[in-house]
């Protein structure tokens, strides 16, 4: 059974950081190309961020270029995301999947992240 568990948002004020954790299971992470995405409060899910399987080639969105970078451990199936300098826009719930240019399967619960001004 395919699951992601995403976990590491929390409150934090302008200018602040935050590590985001996905922890995955039920396919081939070691061979699968991963993203992250975010849904902010009437926006459509957005791909924020994603890494080849070998971790070789990331990728990111414009709006967080300079400012997250994405890694991921093939060992412990987790994919993760360091978020710095956050800015008020970067609130939303935060998802992880597979692929690199479109998610390829369900979605997790998420993880919320709200950056305070």
């Known amino acids: 059974q395919v699951q992601f568990v995403e976990s590491g948002g929390g409150l934090v004020q302008f200018g602040g950081s935050l590590r985001l954790s996905c922890a995955a299971s039920g396919f081939p992470f070691g061979l699968s190309a991963m993203s992250w995405y975010r849904q902010a409060p009437g926006k459509e899910r957005e791909l924020v961020a994603g890494?080849?399987?070998?971790?070789?080639?990331?990728k990111f969105a414009d709006s967080v270029k300079g400012r997250f970078t994405i890694s991921r451990d093939n060992d412990k199936k987790t994919v993760y995301l360091q978020m710095n300098s956050l800015k008020p826009e970067d609130t939303a719930v935060y998802y992880c999947?597979?692929?690199?240019?479109?998610?390829?399967?369900?979605w997790g619960r998420g993880t919320q992240v709200t950056v305070s001004s």
């Open positions: 999947n597979r692929g690199y240019n479109y998610a390829t399967l369900g």
């Open positions: 890494i080849t399987s070998g971790g070789g080639m990331t």
